[in-house]
Protein backbone atom coordinates (compact mmCIF):
# COMPACT_ATOMS: atom_id res chain seq x y z
CA UNK A 1 0.00 0.00 0.00
CA UNK A 2 2.80 2.57 0.94
CA UNK A 3 4.37 1.75 -2.13
CA UNK A 4 1.40 2.34 -4.57
CA UNK A 5 1.15 5.58 -2.33
CA UNK A 6 4.93 6.57 -3.13
CA UNK A 7 4.43 5.83 -6.80
CA UNK A 8 0.94 8.10 -7.15
CA UNK A 9 2.56 10.88 -5.09
CA UNK A 10 5.42 10.62 -7.51
CA UNK A 11 3.05 10.97 -10.49
CA UNK A 12 1.20 14.11 -8.67
CA UNK A 13 4.55 15.71 -8.43
CA UNK A 14 5.55 15.33 -11.82
CA UNK A 15 1.99 17.07 -12.91
CA UNK A 16 2.40 19.84 -10.30
CA UNK A 17 4.27 23.20 -11.55
CA UNK A 18 6.78 24.40 -9.10
CA UNK A 19 6.21 27.38 -8.31
CA UNK A 20 9.93 28.32 -7.11
CA UNK A 21 13.35 26.94 -7.32
CA UNK A 22 13.64 26.50 -3.30
CA UNK A 23 10.12 24.65 -3.23
CA UNK A 24 11.06 22.43 -5.88
CA UNK A 25 14.01 21.08 -4.06
CA UNK A 26 12.14 21.18 -0.82
CA UNK A 27 9.89 18.62 -2.71
CA UNK A 28 12.30 16.86 -3.84
CA UNK A 29 13.86 16.41 -0.45
CA UNK A 30 10.67 14.79 0.92
CA UNK A 31 10.11 12.91 -1.79
CA UNK A 32 13.51 11.24 -2.29
CA UNK A 33 13.29 10.85 1.84
CA UNK A 34 10.08 9.14 1.86
CA UNK A 35 11.47 6.80 -1.01
CA UNK A 36 14.47 5.88 0.82
CA UNK A 37 12.59 5.47 4.08
CA UNK A 38 10.76 3.12 1.79
CA UNK A 39 13.52 1.41 0.52
CA UNK A 40 15.15 0.52 3.76
CA UNK A 41 11.89 -1.17 5.13
CA UNK A 42 11.24 -3.05 1.79
CA UNK A 43 12.09 -6.83 1.49
CA UNK A 44 11.44 -7.69 -2.26
CA UNK A 45 14.48 -7.35 -4.29
CA UNK A 46 12.51 -6.11 -7.26
CA UNK A 47 10.23 -3.30 -5.19
CA UNK A 48 13.63 -1.98 -4.07
CA UNK A 49 15.15 -1.58 -7.28
CA UNK A 50 11.66 0.08 -8.47
CA UNK A 51 11.91 1.93 -5.61
CA UNK A 52 15.29 3.27 -6.69
CA UNK A 53 14.58 4.16 -10.20
CA UNK A 54 11.80 6.26 -9.38
CA UNK A 55 13.75 7.85 -6.95
CA UNK A 56 16.67 8.76 -9.76
CA UNK A 57 13.52 9.69 -11.68
CA UNK A 58 11.98 11.84 -8.76
CA UNK A 59 15.39 13.57 -8.18
CA UNK A 60 16.09 14.25 -11.97
CA UNK A 61 13.11 15.65 -12.61
CA UNK A 62 12.62 18.10 -9.44
CA UNK A 63 16.33 19.02 -10.00
CA UNK A 64 15.55 20.04 -13.48
CA UNK A 65 12.24 21.60 -13.21
CA UNK A 66 13.71 23.78 -10.19
CA UNK A 67 16.62 24.89 -12.09
CA UNK A 68 14.31 26.84 -14.68
CA UNK A 69 11.94 28.12 -11.88
CA UNK A 70 12.02 31.90 -10.24
CA UNK A 71 14.05 31.91 -6.77
CA UNK A 72 12.92 33.04 -3.88
CA UNK A 73 14.10 36.37 -2.49
CA UNK A 74 14.14 38.22 0.91
CA UNK A 75 12.20 41.62 0.08
CA UNK A 76 11.18 43.85 3.04
CA UNK A 77 8.56 46.66 2.11
CA UNK A 78 9.55 50.07 3.25
CA UNK A 79 6.09 51.11 5.04
CA UNK A 80 2.73 48.99 5.31
CA UNK A 81 1.03 48.83 1.81
CA UNK A 82 -1.85 47.09 0.55
CA UNK A 83 -0.78 43.64 -1.72
CA UNK A 84 -1.62 45.25 -5.02
CA UNK A 85 0.52 48.14 -4.42
CA UNK A 86 3.44 45.67 -3.38
CA UNK A 87 2.53 43.54 -6.15
CA UNK A 88 2.27 46.33 -8.71
CA UNK A 89 5.95 47.67 -6.99
CA UNK A 90 7.76 44.58 -7.96
CA UNK A 91 6.41 43.09 -10.61
CA UNK A 92 4.22 45.62 -12.61
CA UNK A 93 1.29 43.49 -12.40
CA UNK A 94 -1.41 43.76 -9.71
CA UNK A 95 -2.73 40.06 -9.99
CA UNK A 96 0.48 38.88 -8.59
CA UNK A 97 -0.99 40.26 -4.92
CA UNK A 98 -2.42 36.71 -3.91
CA UNK A 99 0.51 35.17 -4.73
CA UNK A 100 2.65 37.60 -2.12
CA UNK A 101 -0.35 37.08 0.57
CA UNK A 102 -0.16 33.25 0.36
CA UNK A 103 3.68 32.53 0.25
CA UNK A 104 4.05 35.19 3.18
CA UNK A 105 0.72 33.71 5.27
CA UNK A 106 -0.69 37.71 5.50
CA UNK A 107 -3.13 38.18 7.37
CA UNK A 108 -4.96 41.21 5.47
CA UNK A 109 -4.63 42.21 1.80
CA UNK A 110 -4.63 46.08 2.55
CA UNK A 111 -1.74 46.23 5.15
CA UNK A 112 1.36 43.73 4.17
CA UNK A 113 3.82 44.88 6.96
CA UNK A 114 7.40 45.60 6.51
CA UNK A 115 8.78 42.89 7.28
CA UNK A 116 10.66 40.39 5.55
CA UNK A 117 8.90 38.75 2.75
CA UNK A 118 9.24 36.20 0.67
CA UNK A 119 9.19 36.91 -2.84
CA UNK A 120 10.08 35.64 -6.32
CA UNK A 121 12.75 37.37 -7.97
CA UNK A 122 11.66 39.40 -11.33
Known amino acids: ?3 TLLAQGAAVLANTPVSSYQDGLA ?4 MTA ?3 TEMLT ?8 ALG ?3 TAVHQDLSARALQAARLITF ?10 LAYDLYDDTERADEILT ?11 PSPLQVLAV
Open 1 to 3: MRV
Open 27 to 30: ARKV
Open 34 to 36: ALD
Open 42 to 49: ATDDDVVL
Open 53 to 55: DLR
Open 76 to 85: TPPATLPALA
Open 103 to 113: RNRVRHPGFVP
